[in-house]
């Protein structure tokens, strides 16, 4: 019986397994694009995509963002806000309180451009692979702007995820996060004090972000671990130990005894024997199969990954290379089969058919009404993604949105303002015009069918899409965005 | 598959009607697609709406020292003075809000004073997500989300919950269930028919082949994909059908002229979602105030005629909400700033007519924010027991004793 995640060989990584690999190590590209992938080879596409250190990354790392916004105000400030409260000075306070709405007012500003910052970034990448693993580490440590309120403590955590998100699951990112302001600020562990224990972060570290929930782990270990972690909080936008309030006394976690404190609780963590296999199977979720249903395939899979990842301390790149490279990656059942997010349509539709952006503010907005708004997970538990996608209405927003991109016409918009505009889409098809002895109509068609969908659908609808191509006589532009918007109109075209 | 289905459907009537004490035949009404279901329209007035100027505490001192400029003069004082409320004395409406008056005097109207919770969250986002998700942490799903997770066994309906407005309130998701949203019906459709004839007439093949027995994501897809035509032609044709009254009310009226034509038409939907911003009344309140309420009051009264002339007002109770009120004593800048309790309004033949409950204590604040008297979660739970007829008690995650806003 073969090794759960075996090689596939190199003979049988051609165009379409490349394709899937684009789609999922990153946001698929262009018939381009994945052919230059496909001539790398299996091993150094997987290579090129996992090492992104080697390419050139040209964008901008965020830091024209201010910092100062939410700042605190100053001691004396402070104090005189204090002697107002004394005073029952309202006039005072009530300057306070105007300052301090207008400086959100601005944050929230501040959080907008961040997301439509990191949306371009998206868009732009030369390292897709590295901004999808940051979208990854984005959504399972989640963080809410709502609760967190401060737009640069956002994008100082962001910037930690994506420095770190090849990198070592403890020490780089567990480590990291439970230092992290907004995260801090999120959980409440600010508030976690010796006289008054806060659970929450203790809670969901194991929870959401180690363990899984119930696994391994007990209502005193929780207790435990809230009590270690004590004192770490956060000044001046950066990580700050409070020796006052930290619990230094003795803790009893998972049946040991110590003075344990934050660092030591994670290193406990890391024993358990779920510790292994929780981010492996969320990884799998991710990036393999989105079902929430363990089938023996998925099983025999995460183990091998959990393994792999256990074996090299926690690395998390020589577990993705062997998952990328292997046979069950590029298995028929699971191409084609995740309901992309709201983000990952997005970003794909632009890259792969390369259509103008038009307006980021527009499709950020478009993302978040399809449920995805970055920055702005429902909840700690970020998104839950899958079938969770999509309902009738939500299925219209993602149709419309390729509407949009390919022509500009805003679902927003009162009328109808002529024919399609801005995207040519003829280079796409330049290369089956004109060819002796063929039925050009019928080799465009099922040429777009390939590429949005996959396989062209073997069904009417191809007939149909070729009866109306040849109806409109030569195929302008016009025409073959017509086509592309009824193909990305197709329940496939939400599958990568 | 089937025939395990049919085993259990039985089982879940059965303890289902004995837990809430109903007898069997009113479940059976209540299952999707049978006429006679209640409806519940949830309108939310979003920024905060200042409660105070519009349940008029006219009979209090401090409502006047603490207001100067802003402060609704006391009923008799000139043309914008107060209304009064038949039965209380001390406590008047807004002038603009005549249509919610018309409705009080007609019985079917009903004020909940002091509104609030525990520890309020003055933070921007916290106390509106504490009202969508009804936990004073504000991190769960929403309510009417859990309403729907917990009540819809088996495959969800389509359209059991419809918010109106381009983003889907928190109040409307849940674990399993996403609220059908679009900001006009015209947008609910693929914008692609605009591309002519023959693109439109393709476009209903797009689905595809529907297949039984399969239930990967593309058969999920797919039929959502049917789903999403139909109900679009659905929505389409029934607002497509003129209102049989005459409506008055702008934006919200809007709103809610979709939500009684989608009514009229039949939807099993059960609860729909409106909202109307702009009550965050920072600066120069008194105008923007009075436009507002005069909206809201307005398309109240317009929506409940409509229903009457339709046959359908036994049906349907109208709740209305903001995520907090304002405080006391106005700001330098002509309006106010985010406070605290606030009250609720109720519409329909099945309210307990009448102002109900204590208005907050004018002269003992919280910081300059009035305290609340009511949590809002015992109007919730008298909504979701005795009009929906679900599990509150698992849905607001704890047990509340229901407030006596319908009648028994």
């Not at chain 2, 120069?284 to 398309?299: T, Y």
Request: glycine content about 10%; some cysteine; overall charge neutral.
């Amino acid at each position: 019986m073969p090794r759960a995640l075996s090689p596939l060989a190199e003979r049988d990584f051609g165009y379409w397994e490349a394709a899937h690999l684009l789609n999922r190590a990153g946001f698929g590209g262009t018939p381009t694009q994945i052919l230059t992938l496909s001539n790398m080879g299996l091993k150094k596409a997987v290579d090129y995509l996992l090492e992104w250190e080697r390419v050139d990354d040209p964008l901008s790392d965020g830091g024209e963002f201010r910092a100062d916004i939410m700042q605190p105000i100053s001691r004396d400030s402070r104090e005189r806000r204090e002697r107002a409260r004394r005073d029952e000075d309202e006039k005072t306070l009530e300057q306070y309180r105007a300052a301090r709405q207008e400086r959100q007012r601005i944050d929230r500003r501040q959080m907008r451009s961040i997301q439509s910052w990191w949306l371009e970034r998206l868009i732009e990448t030369p390292r897709p692979l590295h901004e999808k693993l940051t979208l990854f580490w984005h959504g399972h440590f989640a963080t809410g702007y709502r609760s967190v309120e401060d737009s640069w403590h956002m994008m100082l955590q962001n910037d930690m995820l994506r420095r770190n998100a090849g990198g070592n699951l403890k020490n780089d990112l567990v480590h990291n996060i439970i230092r992290d302001p907004a995260m801090i600020k999120y959980l409440n562990n600010n508030q976690n004090t010796r006289s008054a224990p806060n659970e929450n972060l203790a809670r969901e570290l194991m929870e959401l972000f180690t363990l899984g929930e119930g696994n391994g782990y007990t209502e005193d270990d929780i207790k435990g671990g809230a009590r270690a972690l004590t004192g770490m909080g956060y000044r001046d936008d950066a990580f700050a130990f409070n020796q006052r309030n930290h619990d230094s006394s003795a803790k009893r976690i998972f049946g040991r005894q110590g003075q344990f404190d934050g660092a030591d609780f994670v290193e406990l963590i890391f024993q358990r024997p779920s510790a292994a296999w929780f981010v492996p199977w969320k990884m799998h979720r991710f990036f393999v199969d989105d079902s929430t249903e363990i089938s023996s395939d998925t099983k025999a899979a995460v183990n091998r990954m959990a393994s792999t990842l256990k074996r090299n301390n926690w690395n998390v790149r020589p577990m993705l290379k062997e998952l990328f490279r292997s046979k069950h990656f590029y298995d028929p059942s699971n191409r084609r089969s995740i309901i992309k997010s709201p983000v990952q349509l997005t970003v794909q539709a632009i890259r792969s058919l390369d259509t103008p952006v038009r307006s980021i503010t527009r499709v950020n907005q478009a993302c978040g009404l399809m449920g995805q708004e970055l920055f702005f997970p429902p909840s700690v538990k970020g998104w839950e993604g899958g079938r969770k996608w999509i309902n009738t209405s939500t299925l219209f927003i993602r149709n419309n949105l390729l509407v949009y991109l390919m022509t500009g016409r805003d679902p927003g918009a009162k009328a109808w303002q002529g024919s399609p505009g801005g995207w040519d889409a003829t280079p796409l098809v330049a290369h089956l015009r004109g060819l002796n002895g063929r039925d050009e109509a019928k080799d465009i068609v099922t040429y777009l069918a390939r590429f949005t969908l996959g396989d062209a659908p073997t069904d009417d609808r191809l007939d149909e899409w070729t009866t109306l191509a040849k109806s409109r006589g030569h195929i302008d532009n016009e025409t073959l965005v017509h086509l592309l918007s009824l193909m990305t109109a197709c329940p496939e075209y939400q599958l990568c | 598959m089937l025939a395990s289905m049919a085993a259990t459907a039985p089982l879940f009537i059965q303890r289902a009607s004995e837990a809430m004490g109903l007898p069997l035949g009113s479940m059976l009404t209540s299952l999707a697609g049978v006429p006679q279901d209640h409806v519940l329209v949830v309108v939310q007035l979003a920024g905060g709406n200042d409660g105070l100027n519009t349940v008029v505490p006219y009979g209090s001192a401090d409502y006047y020292r603490k207001r100067p400029q802003l402060a609704i003069k006391a009923p008799g004082k000139g043309n914008d003075a107060a209304l009064t409320l038949p039965g209380m004395d001390g406590i008047g409406l807004h002038p603009a809000f005549s249509g919610f008056r018309e409705l009080y005097d007609d019985g079917v109207g009903c004020v909940v004073q002091g509104i609030g919770y525990p520890n309020p969250n003055r933070s921007h986002f916290s106390s509106m997500d504490i009202w969508h998700t009804a936990d004073t942490s504000g991190r769960d799903n929403g309510w009417l989300g859990r309403y729907f997770d917990n009540t819809c066994s088996g495959t969800p309906e389509p359209a059991a919950g419809i918010a109106l407005g381009n983003t889907a309130p928190l109040a409307m998701q849940g674990a399993k269930s996403l609220p059908v949203s679009f900001e006009s019906p015209d947008l609910y459709r693929w914008m692609g028919e605009d591309f002519g004839e023959d693109v439109a007439s393709a476009y209903k093949s797009i689905p595809g082949k529907q297949e039984a027995g399969t239930d990967d994501n593309l058969a999920f897809l797919k039929r959502t994909a049917l789903d999403a035509q139909m109900s679009s032609n659905q929505v389409r044709k029934a607002v497509s059908v003129s209102p049989l009254t005459s409506w008055n009310g702008g934006d919200l009226a809007t709103q809610l002229q979709t939500v009684a034509a989608l009514i009229r038409a039949g939807m099993t939907t059960r609860v729909y979602y409106v909202t109307l911003g702009g009550f965050d009344t920072h600066a120069n309140q008194a105008g923007s105030h009075q436009r507002l309420l005069r909206q809201v009051g307005d398309s109240l009264l317009s929506f409940q005629k409509e229903l009457k002339a339709q046959g359908n007002d036994q049906r349907v109770l109208t709740m209305v909400f903001s995520e907090f009120g304002r405080r006391v004593g106005e700001n330098g800048s002509g309006g106010t700033d985010h406070g605290t309790a606030a009250p609720m309004y109720l519409v329909g033949p099945m309210v307990n007519p009448g102002v109900l409950g204590t208005h907050p204590n004018m002269s003992n604040l919280d910081d300059g924010d009035l305290k609340y008297t009511a949590d809002f979660r015992q109007v919730y739970a008298a909504v979701l027991k005795n009009w929906m007829g679900a599990d509150a008690d698992t849905i607001l995650r704890k047990r509340w004793n229901p407030a006596p806003v319908l009648k028994a």
